[in-house]
């Protein structure tokens, strides 16, 4: 079975998965992007452009793409496994609604597919059993990104570590100051917007305080 490691997306520790605000201004953001991988180790970057064109989103991905690259981050479109490979990015993130799965599975054979569980055991070993490169849990906690329909807590973590080895992702509302147990739970990757991109001290501070928070947890 395909896992994240295999594609470049190393679990080895837990890392920081970076997530775009929903909008930005590509050429503009580029700068932000470079500074934020400048600033320390980030295993992969979403794109999650909500409600974009997929020319908008085209456009983002060729500007943001290259940044990646030179940085050795691996480039992940959200929710949309066609657009994903048609653009060449090295995967797609997947909701519970964002398709079928299994045929994005089959689509990108050679290339991370990531799904979105909630807080659910069972959405979570659907997407084991069908090939999914990791999985994602939250929200853990309260988070102005996105509304909060489902919200996860700790136990999860530490059951889905203990149990599988596909990797698991903790989204939802993380900072540098609420991180330490998600990590110690298990979690493989924490998933941010907020926390790098409204940094006050801007996305560098943000990437150098939940790499600085990682590393203590
Ligand atoms: C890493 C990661 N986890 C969860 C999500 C949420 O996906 P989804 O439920 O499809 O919601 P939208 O992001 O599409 O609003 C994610 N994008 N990334
Ligand atoms: C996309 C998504 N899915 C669940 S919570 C969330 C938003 C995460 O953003 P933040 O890190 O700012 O809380
Ligand atoms: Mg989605």
């Known amino acids: 079975m395909a896992n994240a490691a295999s594609?470049?997306?190393?679990?080895?520790?837990?890392?920081?998965?970076?997530?775009?605000?929903?909008?930005?201004?590509?050429?503009?953001?580029?700068?932000?992007?470079?500074?934020?991988?400048?600033?320390?180790?980030?295993?992969?970057?979403?794109?999650?452009l909500k409600d974009a064109a997929a020319d908008d989103i085209e456009r983002a991905a060729e500007a943001l793409m290259p940044v990646c690259y030179a940085h050795d981050v691996a480039f992940i479109l959200n929710d949309d496994a066609k657009l994903a490979h048609a653009l060449g990015c090295d995967g797609a993130h997947l909701g519970q609604t964002d398709g079928d799965h299994e045929g994005a599975r089959a689509l990108l054979k050679d290339s991370i597919l990531g799904i979105t569980c909630h807080a659910s055991r069972h959405l979570a070993m659907e997407a084991g059993e069908l090939g999914a490169d990791y999985v994602a849990f939250g929200a853990f906690f309260p988070t102005e990104t996105k509304d909060t329909v489902h919200t996860a807590g700790i136990d999860l973590l530490e059951w889905w570590s203990e149990m599988m080895e596909i990797p698991c992702v903790a989204i939802g509302g993380i900072t540098a100051a609420n991180c330490g147990p998600l990590v110690r739970a298990g979690a493989d990757f924490l998933a941010v917007v907020g926390a790098v991109w409204n940094h006050p001290d801007g996305p560098a501070a943000g990437v150098r305080a939940m790499n600085a928070a990682i590393a203590a947890a």
């Open 7 to 48: 594609h470049g997306v190393s679990s080895a520790g837990c890392r920081l998965y970076l997530i775009t605000p929903p909008r930005i201004d590509p050429a503009a953001f580029r700068d932000h992007l470079a500074a934020a991988l400048d600033a320390g180790d980030v295993a992969c970057l979403q794109l999650r």
